[in-house]
């Protein structure tokens, strides 16, 4: 007789599938067809651009011949270009000094808006976002007509109380003219971002505080600052994107001060000139990719150092 602890264990039965109801399949049904649209104008105008861009990239047209496969050709001329080099060092020390000046700027408004002392915070909300509803290219000329020497209304003042002319246009000052450009655009935005932000915290944390004796200063710096930190993160991010892709400003700038602004001032600027002036469609496309990799690699080191920061503090306070 077969020992009965030689004989396979019986396997247990399948759990029975539940039944989808009808009136289920048919919200289902609805969900889909609603994100129908949005998953239609992503590949379409995302994921297909960026396919191409990619397989363009990898090409190299040549005057006999066409389009040859070039492989990795097009990125290693892109890490050895000093131009683009110079672009990416031009952007990145306008994310180093614009952006810490403009975020504190926004955060600054928002803890002086949300106070309990802060009377007509509606008009004055709308005042600081008002720049951001107007377009770039607007804001651009219009800033750009301030600026200018001859006939700018800065330029006359200055000269009226026996200054020199300032020359915001010349190559040593446009970067920073372009800083306050982009700053008086995006300070609202930003304001916006870490206001509403703000109005989502608790009423008790503030109680619990002012009961502790905090005053406004340490309320804002305690309280209200680490709660807000999702905000201010995401607004970095909104930072560094946008900073990497200038490409508004320098390019109107470029009608009125092209002196100051090269064909390569941006990385963005510069992938434009080269795809649609020069007819280098593949290298700029390997430019657009590698501006594309350092804004995420940037993106990717300021959220790991925000979640170590905020590790740091919840341990501290463990």
Known sequence: MANASALPAARPAPAPKRRVSPAKRKQYRAAYLFLLPFFIVFITMLVIPLVYAGYLSLFESKLIGGDVFAGLANYVRALTDSQFLASLGRVALFFVVQVPIMLGLSLFFALALDTARARGSKGIRLLIFMPYAVPAVVATLM???????????????????GFGTPDFLSPENILGSMMNIVTWEFVGYNMIIMYAALRSIPGELYEAAEIDGAGQFRLAWSVKIPAIRPAILLTVIFSVIGTFQLFAEPSLLNAIAPDAITNSFTPNYYAYNLAFINQELNYAAAIAFLLGLVIAVLSYFVQLGTERSARRERRGLA
Not at 143 to 161: E, K, T
């Open 143 to 161: 800033w750009g007509y301030l600026y200018g020497p001859d006939f700018g209304p800065i330029a006359q003042m200055a000269r009226a109380v």
